[in-house]
């Protein structure tokens, strides 16, 4: 039996859960859950039916044919910084209630750029940093290709995502304590010893062009994959979590705000209902809800004709190395909807009006990044 062991650390809070939605747990069932996803960004396969075969054939399925996984994935050794408090308790963050009795951070905190990430995470229990727990991947013997290619979605689950909710905006950040590995040098790195941003990237480059060993990697546009994906590093280094999530997240928070012309394209529509023609901050994910306090409260919700969610193909996550803490932008490629899926815009302002327009592009994702180098961060 061939076996590889992860321990990992957490490094940014970690919203996970079990079956009831609310019990801070680990599942290996949800780790398997992100090791296909991030097999699929890898793996860029066009033929959908022959990409959910090559998929279970790894995990399995309850297809006779296939049947049970061939890669087994366990998680052990979960070693407890577990919460009973509530999140914005536990961290001291400097909330107010409001008149409706719910704990918010208000616009002078000094946590606004966590609060804009973690804003419907505030009165949940959460894995605290420095939790640790170990996944471990097994396969027999004749089954060490499909056991190199999920080593190779946990290494992309590691350095491009996390886990638990709000893991595309920092949340369940992980960093690498030791591997036992068998050897194959062809395998990427787990261990992150670079020390500043552009040893990061090299880091990066390096182990993610290794990957391609052991899957092909080609363009599609029909599911979020990493061909071609733009990833940068922000130049900037942090001493703790809480000052790169409130750095990060006050940019984005501030390029996100009043951003024309979605501001007022939207704005327009609830006291009018004249048509839409752009709102670029779509691109981010779906739905997409505005409230204007200059219109008394009154909102809008953006879906799309057929969808109501859509998760942001930006990522934003931390990596730790060497007691620092560094920013990293993951753009992942692929379709945000199908071809010629219009959005539309709902208001109660506009009961039965809706109105429906057209995608809008990714070139909103460059304009962050200039965004943030305009704010003196260098990528």
Not at 274 to 296: D, K, M, Y
Not at 328 to 341: D, H, Q, R, S, T
Request: proline residues 2%.
């Amino acid at each position: 039996m061939l076996k590889f062991e992860v321990k990992l650390r957490t490094i940014t809070p970690t919203f996970m859960y079990g079956a009831d939605g609310k019990t801070p747990e680990i599942r290996p069932q949800s780790i398997k859950g992100l090791l296909r996803f991030w097999y699929r960004a890898l793996s860029c396969e066009d033929d959908l039916a022959k990409l959910h075969e090559a998929e279970s054939e790894i995990f399995g399925n309850s297809d006779e044919k296939i049947g049970s996984a061939k890669v087994s994935v366990r998680v052990k050794e979960i070693v407890g910084k577990l919460n009973e408090r509530e999140f914005l308790e536990e961290e001291k963050l400097d909330f107010t209630t409001n008149q409706g009795g719910k704990k918010v951070l208000g616009f002078r905190s000094k946590n606004l750029g966590i609060g804009y990430f973690y804003h419907n995470q505030f009165e949940k229990n959460y894995f605290k940093t420095e939790t640790e727990f170990t996944v471990v991947l097994s396969a027999e013997e004749k089954y060490k290709d499909k056991l190199e290619k999920t080593i190779c979605a946990l290494w992309a689950l590691v350095y491009f995502g996390g886990i638990g909710s709000r893991s595309r905006r920092t949340a369940g950040n992980l960093e690498v304590v030791e591997t036992t590995e068998f050897q194959n040098e062809k395998l990427p790195a787990f261990k992150l010893t670079a020390k500043n941003s552009e040893t990061i990237l090299d880091f990066l480059t390096e182990n993610f062009s290794k990957i391609q060993n052991f899957v092909e990697l080609k363009e599609t546009q029909k599911f979020s994959n990493l061909f071609e994906s733009n990833i940068d590093v922000v130049n900037s280094s942090f001493k703790t979590w809480n000052e790169a999530l409130n750095s990060i997240g006050n940019s984005f928070r501030n390029f996100r705000l009043r951003k024309q012309p979605d501001y007022k394209n939207v704005k327009d529509f609830i006291q009018t209902g004249q048509n839409v023609s752009e709102v670029t901050r779509t691109a981010f994910g779906l739905p997409l809800a505005f409230r204007f306090g200059s219109l008394q409260g009154k909102s809008a919700t953006i879906t799309s004709q057929k969808f109501e969610r859509r998760s942001s193909p930006l990522i934003l996550k931390t990596l730790k190395t060497n007691n620092v803490y560094f920013v990293v932008l993951i753009e992942l490629k692929g379709e945000f909807l199908p071809a010629g899926e219009n959005l539309k815009i709902s208001s109660k302002e506009q009961r039965g009006n809706s109105k429906y327009f057209q995608q809008s592009s990714y070139s909103i994702f460059d304009d962050f990044t200039k965004n943030l180098k305009t704010e003196g961060a260098q990528l």
